[in-house]
Structures are given as structure tokens and as C-alpha cells.
């Protein structure tokens, strides 16, 4: 979470905190009115405390004249009525409320002033202290994927997103996409980004996947970095990435602000928060694939998303259909996993360490020794195929997945790994070996309740930097299965075992933040916190502080 600006002097700092100090007492005392009220006792009875957080400067959405509302029917719209006419001027505060389940709404309060004077100045003073907020987005460029989850993204967007862009005063250039893969090409050749502060897209997962690849590339390409080298060091992205939840599964969003409720996320996007993210780079033979930083899942999830993509008419529900089908399928798949460790990291896959708004864990940086893994000799021996740090494990899985974040999302709450971290440099590694359908069944309903998943004979995980996958059989290379866009129906049969094999049978397709990898035999590589996004964390669940000491009207006087 980037600190408050430094640039504000000590006059401005102390009327940051007396605007805090006002705004928190107005805002108790005008809750306090309303509870006294609620209660049936006098209005000046102030002896009670008020059960509400603060409102700090930093989590004001706007402030603006108040509109006349010329309604006057309810009892507490005539007392208005009455206050309005002695207090003659008013103006409004747009903040942050939390409601349950790290949702936000956007609170409003009305303060009344005797002079124009007094109002505008405190109008003035509020904005002036917004905009000394650096952190905060003022351009976006909005991509929309029409067609993502349940087909409702452009209403989500103009209905809840749009007017609260609008009343933070932020500009958006909206692009409605017109076919896969659009939003990822416009950003990686025409959108000019020096106009805008960050980049939204409204959509699912996959559309997320396509804002982060077109961002990536632009910036790998702007600096020069080639991309299919393997152990390039990317160049971290400058511009923020807003998501607006509307896809089926939602999970970077839900892993990142704790809920998939877009005005949740519009408001985390207004108020300029920023969470560092890494980002795996998925190679085969050396020429880039794809970047993931949620699931890279091979066996089960991937073979779920081969079922599900011929179904993507059923919306969400086509996963559960799939999920159903592939596990009946049971299948298992053979071939050598290898990975570096990630040594002298501050956790590990079941510590029940979990990732939360300012992550110690993630705030570490990793020692040198990591860092030195790039320059060291272990490495020139490895890239010579003799890898000392290298772990080596052969078998036959019914699922390998790595999942850079806990991949948290509504069909599993604590998510694939539960103590994995947004922006540690590191990914889970996770070998389900093959077992018996209801030990799988076992295995798969521990990710939607609190016992953990990793507690079976048949399942290991390894927090990693680094992994290669080779499958037992040899995939064929064809000309078609170099072609960029992946085939959504998997590869013609061929294996040295047999010719009549069934193919599918022995090979599973690797599942990258729901799309398809062309290859089967990958080498994947974490890149430390490559990407941020317009998020905090998932906040740990605060009860409301509670103000002991009652408070009273003050004047609104800046000092
Ligand atoms: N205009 C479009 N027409 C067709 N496909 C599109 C369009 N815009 C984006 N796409 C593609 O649709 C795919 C799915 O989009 P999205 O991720 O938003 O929905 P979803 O798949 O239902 O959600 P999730 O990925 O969370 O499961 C993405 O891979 C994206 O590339
Ligand atoms: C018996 C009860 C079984 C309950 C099963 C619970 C297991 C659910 C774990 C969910 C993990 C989601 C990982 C997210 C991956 C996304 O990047 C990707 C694109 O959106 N979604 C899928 O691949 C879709 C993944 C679909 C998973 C079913
Ligand atoms: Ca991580």
C-alpha cells in the first residue's frame, strides 16, 4: 500500500488530520443523531458511544455541492427541510463503507453550513486534500468483454461502475471488444498509455489474462526485453489493472479485494489502491507460451477446461457439468516433474500463513542467495541439463497444479492453496498423485471447507520459483499445433506406445488462467511481482472501532 504523499507540509498535514478529526466527529455525530433517534431519546443526548470506523481523508470518494432535494415527505426529510433553511448552504461527502464480506458501498454524508463562505471553503479544503492523494487513477482506459460469465459486463459497467467513476471525477475510454483477443493486440500495438493511469477490463478471468498479456508484451517490447528468452528479466509494468468482476470464475478479483462485487472493485479502483502481483512465464523449447498468475493446472483443471470450452454456452455452470464429467473420467496422467525450491522464503504451502492486506510474507524480499540463482553456476549447469537444486520427481499424477496466489474464488473460499501469496515470487506446486476416486472426491471437497487438502498420502506440495513438466510420452509436433491460438479440441493421436493409443488417455492439456497451452512439455518461471493492480489485499475482518467518548456538533471552522 503506497504511503501518503511526503510532500504535504506540516500546516496541510495538520489540516489533513483536523479535516479526519472533523470529518470522523461529524460523521459519529450525525450516526449519533440518527441512533439517538432511532432510540427515542433527546437529540442532544450524546452520552453514548457511536459504533463506527473513522473516516480517513484517503478513503473519501468526492465531495460536491449538496443537490437541492425538494422532496420533503419523510419526518427526517422535513427535519432536514427545517435545518436546511437555518443552515442555508450544504455540501455532500462521498466515502468508503464497509459492509459485510469485504464489500464496499459508496456513503454519503451532508454537511450543513450558515455561510457560503464557510461551505465553499470546506469544499475546497476536502478537494484540495484529494488531490494531493498521488496514488489516485484520473484517466482509465476500460476494456469491456460483452460476452464473458453471464453476458452481463457493458450493463455491470454503465450501471454500477460508470456513475462512480464519474462522481470521482475520472475520465474513461471505454472499448466494447469485438472478438477474442481483441483488448490484448489493442494494447499491445495502438492504445497510447501515456494518456491514461491505469487499464480496467470488465470481464472474467480470461479477459483479465488478455489485458495482462497485451500490458506485459507492450512493456517487454517498448524496453527491449526478449520475451521467449526463458530467464529474461522482465520489466515490471507501470500502469495499475482495475478488474470489474463479470466473468464465471472471477478469481484474480476475489484473491485480491476479497469478493467479486464490481462496485466493490470500482472503489478500490477510485481510491488508487495498489497491490504488487507476480506473474508466472510459461516457455516450451525456449519460445514463449503464455503468463499465468493464477492456476497452471494439468490433469483434472485441465482437462475440465477442455470439456468446459466446448460448452461455454452454459456460462458458469459449464464448469460444474465439466467438473462432474472429468472426475467420473478419472484420468491419469504419467511424466517427470522438476522444480527449484524456493529456499529461505518467510512461509510455506501449510503454514496457514495468509496473504492479507500488507503482507509480511510478501514484503520480504527474497535473499540474495534466490537472487544469485540467476547469475550462479547452479543455473549454467541446469541450462546444461545437469541441475543440482533441482528436485526431480517422476510419476503418474491425476493433477499437477501451481497456483501463484490461493486462487480464492466463490466455488472455493481459502482457494487451491490457501497460504499462497499475491507477490512473494514464488508458486505452489501441487502433485495429486493417482488414487481412488473417492480419495479424489475427498481431496476436491476439502477445498470448499476449512479441513486441508493437502493433509493425503497421495498429495505433496512445494513452494517454488521455478518448474519444468515433461510428459512420459513424447507430444507430436505438427504444423497446426505451432499455430499460435491453441486448439480448443487437443492434438491428433500419435505416441511411440501404440498407434491405435488413445490419445487423450495419456495426455492431459495444461490449463493456464482458463485457456488452453498449445504444449504439453513447459518450463515456468516466476516473476516477482511483475504487475500491480488497483487492490489492497483481502482485508483482515476488523469488529468497527468504537469511539468511547461521545461527541458533539462541532463548527465546521478550518483552522
Ligand atoms: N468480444 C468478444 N467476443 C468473443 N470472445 C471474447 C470477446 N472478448 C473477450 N473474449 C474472450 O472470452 C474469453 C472469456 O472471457 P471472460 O474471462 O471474461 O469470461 P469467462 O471465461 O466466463 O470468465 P472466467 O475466465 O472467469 O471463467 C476470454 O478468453 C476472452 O479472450
Ligand atoms: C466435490 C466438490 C468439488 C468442488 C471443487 C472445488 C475446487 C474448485 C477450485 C477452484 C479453483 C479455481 C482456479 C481458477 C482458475 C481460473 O483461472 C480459470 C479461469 O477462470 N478457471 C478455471 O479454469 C475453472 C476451474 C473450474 C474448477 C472446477
Ligand atoms: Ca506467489
Not at 35 to 54: I, Q, V
Not at 212 to 226: A, E, K
Not at 475 to 486: F, G, I, N, W
Request: aromatic share 8%.
Amino acid at each position: 500500500m503506497e504511503k501518503q504523499p511526503r510532500l504535504l507540509s506540516s500546516k496541510l498535514v495538520h489540516k489533513q488530520r483536523q479535516v479526519e478529526v472533523v470529518l470522523n466527529s461529524r460523521i459519529l455525530a450525525w450516526k449519533e443523531i440518527e441512533s439517538s433517534r432511532k432510540r427515542g431519546s433527546g437529540l442532544n443526548d450524546t452520552s453514548g458511544t457511536a459504533h463506527s470506523r473513522g473516516v480517513q481523508v484517503c478513503e473519501i470518494l468526492a465531495v460536491q455541492k449538496t443537490e437541492e432535494d425538494e422532496s420533503t415527505n419523510t419526518r427526517s426529510q422535513k427535519k432536514a427541510k427545517q435545518y436546511s433553511l437555518l443552515y442555508a448552504h450544504s455540501f455532500t461527502v462521498f466515502y468508503v463503507k464497509r459492509t459485510r464480506q469485504h464489500q464496499w458501498r459508496c456513503s454519503e454524508v451532508t454537511f450543513h453550513c450558515a455561510s457560503q463562505g464557510l461551505c465553499e471553503q470546506w469544499i475546497q479544503v476536502i478537494a484540495e486534500q484529494l488531490s494531493l492523494l498521488a496514488n489516485r487513477p484520473k484517466s482509465l482506459l476500460v476494456y469491456i468483454n460483452p460476452y464473458g460469465g453471464k453476458q452481463c459486463g457493458q450493463s455491470i459497467y454503465e450501471q454500477k461502475v460508470a456513475p462512480l467513476f464519474h462522481r470521482a471525477c475520472i475520465s474513461a475510454d471505454v472499448i466494447v471488444t469485438e472478438y477474442a483477443n481483441h483488448a490484448r493486440d489493442h494494447l499491445k500495438t495502438e492504445a497510447n498509455l501515456d494518456k491514461y493511469d491505469g487499464v480496467v477490463c470488465v470481464g472474467g478471468d480470461g479477459m483479465f489474462s488478455e489485458i495482462l498479456h497485451g500490458l506485459v508484451s507492450r512493456t517487454q517490447t517498448d524496453h527491449g526485453v526478449d520475451q521467449n528468452q526463458p530467464d529474461a528479466v522482465l520489466v515490471p509494468c507501470s500502469l495499475h489493472i482495475g478488474i470489474i468482476p463479470a466473468g464465471s470464475t472471477d478469481c484474480i478479483c476475489f484473491a485480491t479485494i476479497g469478493t467479486n462485487d464490481p462496485v466493490t472493485s470500482a472503489l478500490h479502483i477510485i481510491v488508487g489502491d495498489s497491490q504488487p502481483m507476480d506473474v508466472c512465464s510459461v516457455h516450451h523449447n525456449n519460445v514463449f507460451l503464455r503468463y499465468s498468475v493464477s492456476l497452471l493446472g494439468y490433469g483434472f483443471y485441465g482437462d475440465v477446461l477442455t470439456d468446459s470450452e466446448r460448452k461455454r454456452w452454459l456460462g458458469p455452470a459449464r464448469y460444474d457439468l465439466s467438473g462432474v464429467k472429468t472426475f467420473l473420467s478419472h484420468n491419469f496422467y504419467e511424466g517427470t516433474v522438476s522444480f527449484l525450491p524456493a529456499e529461505d522464503t518467510m512461509g510455506n504451502p501449510r503454514d496457514k500463513l495468509r496473504c492479507r492486506s500488507g503482507c509480511h510474507v510478501c514484503q520480504h524480499k527474497p535473499s540474495s542467495k534466490d537472487n544469485q540463482w540467476e547469475m550462479s553456476e547452479e543455473k549454467e549447469k541446469f541450462d546444461k541439463g545437469d541441475s543440482s537444486d533441482w528436485n526431480v520427481i517422476h510419476g503418474k499424477f491425476i493433477a499437477i497444479n501451481a497456483a501463484s496466489m490461493s486462487c480464492a474464488c466463490p466455488r472455493s473460499p481459502k482457494g487451491l492453496s490457501p497460504s499462497a501469496h499475491l507477490a512473494d515470487g514464488t508458486a505452489d506446486l501441487i502433485l495429486v498423485r493417482k488414487c481412488s476416486r473417492l480419495d479424489f472426491f475427498r481431496h476436491l471437497l476439502r477445498h470448499t471447507n476449512k479441513d486441508d487438502q493437502f493433509d493425503h498420502s497421495f498429495v505433496e506440495v512445494h513452494r517454488v520459483r521455478k518448474f519444468r513438466f515433461q510428459p512420459q510420452h513424447q507430444e507430436p509436433v505438427s504444423l497446426e499445433d505451432l499455430s499460435e491460438t491453441p486448439k480448443k479440441t487437443g492434438f491428433s493421436p500419435m505416441c511411440s506406445a501404440q498407434t491405435n493409443c488413445n490419445y487423450s488417455s495419456i495426455h492431459s492439456s495444461w490449463n493456464c488462467d482458463g485457456e488452453i497451452l498449445p504444449h504439453t512439455a513447459i518450463q515456468v518461471s516466476v516473476q516477482c511481482q511483475l504487475i500491480r493492480l488497483f487492490a489492497r489485499g483481502i482485508e483482515e475482518q476488523q469488529p468497527h472501532c468504537v469511539f468511547e467518548d461521545p461527541c458533539t456538533l462541532q463548527a465546521l471552522e478550518p483552522h
